[in-house]
């Protein structure tokens, strides 16, 4: 079944507090087809740590979740799904597994019980060198003090609630003795170091090592199913750059799958990358689409007030990138330093050498590195370029630099090693505390973005979309997804703030004159986030006064300025929640409510034609569960909410809803005209007059034609005079609307009723 159009589910299983099995999924069917997109696209359903709520720490790749309803309820989802039309995508997990509760991961416990004799010692990337007897190294305990605590119970150790194997002929003794005569040494987690590949800096989360085609063939046998019986139409594979060889991985996936599968990759490109040809993939998920709509809204004008804003206050570097380069450094040397020692180890193994610089040459090397990897056929000059730029800024890492290229060119490992350090390493200063830090426009901090690019031009945004569908029409484009660090909406209204940099400086100074913020850059970060999720209507519930809580510990926590996840500072924290209390209790909940009630029609405008483009421009695009109305979110757990089906369901059937009307619309103009949409191309449409620079519009195809409004608070004041957008021949009509359009339209026509126009020739 060819896909035109996903939606996404978030999975959960009733432990979590809030069950959406796959029973809830089926009753969305009809729903959904009415909506009109072509395949639902669910998070991970194998089984996974008991109580996720969001499936990403699998702990048995070879069976789908009970929880969630097991084989059978995956079946009668496909098959109802079918009966409507609508083919399944499913999102799998091929780079780790769970291993927080060892009890719940077999391949994890029976590699504890056995060791290196496991029948899985070869399916988990174990540093066995790390410790001097040969010992898997468990950063668990909250002391190495607590190994003392041990109790032998049976034919396993106990340590409170949790519980490790022990191996067999060994359990005589105290746990303490018995533990010293086991496969795995447990240590306290405030070492930072770790005996086995982690997701990034995840302890919970085990690498396992899928260049080995058993490994392979044994976690993909579900998989396998799944297509050898028809269930599925594709999948959407999770951070494939922290495998061993993802290009590698890919060619083997797509053997599995057979030609005609959809193959998306969680791939994150950076604004100069661009993704490699030769992967068997139909391309991202779409966080490079993510950026380029959301920053065709951005106004370039606020660029430099908003700068001085920050700047007035200390909290942005004069270099962004060598800020970023500083906490990549940092990210390599402190975080992930388990990671780099054992890449320096590898480096010492494969050349009989050593040197003092080694460790701070390979930190610097990373951070000049811009990319998750550069192993890619189409990357390969990056490494290299990254090496001179390295030495031509400390000229005393040429010789460490020297020793780790010999390295690179004798061992495979520390190849690979390399590489999936950089990418962790990137994970860890961008997304999770850079993106966290920089207050100037927090819309920009987002997956796939790079906030010191401040918007994207009409120039750029065609150029790419041009691009996409020329090379991977196929590809997914995206707004929100589980991993988005705000929600579009959200991204949206913040946006905003770029058309009145100077209202918002204002209105930012006063409210820090009257409720001060525990600490300036904290509070210049905050301010957005709190106007991008405030009430429309001003009307603050509990609800939304915990979310915004949790939003802000977690914020200033991956910041990691004044306090940390590892070491929280009780008393800044709690500075900020009565600060937030102040804000929602106070006088400036007031003005907060008076602002957004100003621009929230500006925000809603911008939503409406990002949403249009993500839906009509080349690529496959997803609408994440809910965002088919106005949604709020921000980072996860938030945006994994329980949505409001019954809401959703009414709006569908009047239609009255703005943000429906072009959802439907789209989706029905995709499914009416798939071959527009695939193949059709992308070809940009320039209005005339004032205020053309307002008006974005392009051409899919010789019978779709798209048009959207943008930084429309200078509009307000000033209308589109005589802005014209001369159409294609032909009688056009607007699928929003009804009305029909030919020749030259005023833009003031054109946008009578919406800020967008989904027009197509009849």
């Not at 190495?144 to 049976?154: K, R």
């Not at 990056?382 to 460490?400: F, Q």
């Not at 006064?545 to 926590?557: D, F, P, T, V, W």
């Amino acid at each position: 079944m060819t896909v035109l159009s996903t939606y996404r589910l978030q999975m959960r299983g009733p432990a979590s507090g809030e069950a959406f099995t796959f029973a809830d999924a089926e009753k969305l069917v009809d729903y959904l087809a009415d909506l009109g997109v072509s395949h639902l696209y669910l998070s991970p359903i194998l089984t996974a740590g008991v109580g996720s709520s969001h499936g990403y720490d699998v702990t048995d790749p070879t069976t789908i979740s009970a929880e969630l309803g097991g084989p059978e309820g995956f079946a009668r989802l496909a098959a109802t799904a079918r009966a409507a039309g609508l083919g399944l995508i499913v999102d799998i997990v091929p780079n780790h597994v769970g291993v927080d509760d060892p009890t719940q991961n077999a391949w994890w416990w029976d590699l504890l019980a056995h060791g290196r004799s496991s029948t899985y010692c070869s399916y988990f990337d174990v540093d066995w060198t790390l410790d001097p007897d040969g010992r898997i190294v468990l950063p668990v305990l909250g002391s190495d003090d607590d190994v003392a605590d041990l109790e032998v119970d049976g034919d396993v150790l106990r340590l409170g609630d949790r519980t490790w194997p022990i191996a067999p002929g060994t359990g005589d003794g105290t746990g303490a003795q018995v533990h010293d005569r086991q496969h795995y040494k447990l240590i306290g987690w405030r070492h930072n170091v770790c005996g086995y590949r982690r997701f990034f800096s995840i302890t919970s989360l085990a690498g396992i090592r899928q260049e080995d085609r058993a490994v392979f063939d044994a976690s993909h046998a579900e998989v396998k199913r799944w297509f050898d019986e028809g269930l599925v139409d594709g999948i959407r594979i999770d951070h494939p750059d922290g495998l061993s060889d993802p290009a590698g991985y890919l060619v083997w996936l797509r053997e599995l799958t057979g030609p005609d599968a959809w193959i998306v990759i969680e791939k994150i490109l950076a604004v100069d990358e661009a993704l490699d040809t030769t992967l068997p993939v139909a391309g991202t998920t779409g966080y490079d689409a993510l950026r380029e709509n959301g920053g065709l809204f951005v106004d370039p004008t606020g660029l430099r007030s908003l700068t001085e804003l920050v700047e007035a206050a200390g909290t942005t570097p004069s270099d962004a990138a060598r800020e970023a380069r500083r906490l990549k450094v940092e990210a390599v040397t402190t975080t992930l330093s388990s990671e780099l020692a054992r890449l320096c180890r590898a480096v010492i193994a494969a050349t009989g050498s050593d040197h003092e610089l080694l460790g701070s040459s390979i930190a610097a090397l990373l951070s000049h590195i811009g990319v998750y990897r550069s192993d890619y056929q189409a990357l390969s000059a990056v490494l290299p370029v990254a090496m001179s730029d390295t030495v031509a800024e400390n000229p005393d890492l040429a010789e460490p630099l020297a020793l780790l290229a010999t390295a690179l060119e004798v061992s495979v490992e520390v190849s690979v090693r390399l590489q999936q350090l950089c990418g962790a390493a990137t994970a860890k200063s961008m997304e999770d505390c850079l993106f966290y830090r920089d207050a100037r426009l927090v819309s920009l901090n987002e997956v796939g973005g790079e906030p010191e690019r401040f918007g994207v031009s009409a120039a750029e945004f065609h150029q790419r979309a041009a691009v996409r569908a020329h090379l991977w029409p196929d590809a997914m484009t995206t707004l929100t997804t589980h991993d988005t660090k705000r929600g579009e909406d959200v991204r949206a209204r913040i946006g905003v703030l770029s058309q009145v940099p100077s209202l918002w400086a204002e209105m930012v100074q006063g409210w820090e004159s009257g409720t001060p913020s525990p600490d300036r850059s904290t509070g210049l970060f905050l301010w957005q986030n709190i106007f991008g999720v405030w009430p429309a209507d001003g009307a603050v519930t509990d609800e939304h006064r915990q979310r915004l809580h949790g939003y802000a510990e977690k914020a200033i926590r991956e910041a990691a300025l004044h306090t940390t996840w590892n070491d929280p500072d009780e008393s800044f924290e709690g500075a900020v929640h009565t600060w937030l209390d102040s804000i929602i209790d106070g006088p400036v909940g007031i003005e907060l409510s008076a602002l957004v009630a100003r621009l929230d029609p500006h925000g809603r405008s911008d939503a409406l034609g990002q949403k249009l483009i993500a839906l009509t421009a080349p690529g496959i695009p997803d609408i994440y569960q809910g965002t088919e109305l106005w949604e709020d979110s921000l980072v996860d757990p938030d945006n994994r909410r329980p949505v409001d089906y019954g809401a959703r369901r009414k709006a569908l059937q009047s239609l009255d809803h703005p943000k429906m009307r072009v959802v439907r619309a789209a989706l029905q103009a995709r499914a009416e005209r798939p071959d527009t949409f695939l193949s059709g191309g992308h070809r940009p449409l320039s209005a005339s007059g004032e205020h053309a620079t307002h008006l974005v519009a392009y051409l899919r195809g010789e019978d779709v034609l798209v048009a959207a409004s943008r930084w429309t608070v200078r509009l307000a004041e000033t209308g589109w005079g005589a802005t014209t957008l001369t159409l294609p021949d032909g009688t056009w009509t607007d699928r929003l609307t009804g009305v029909t359009h030919t020749g030259a339209v005023p833009a003031a026509d054109l946008f009578a009723d919406l800020p967008v126009a989904l027009l197509v020739r009849t």
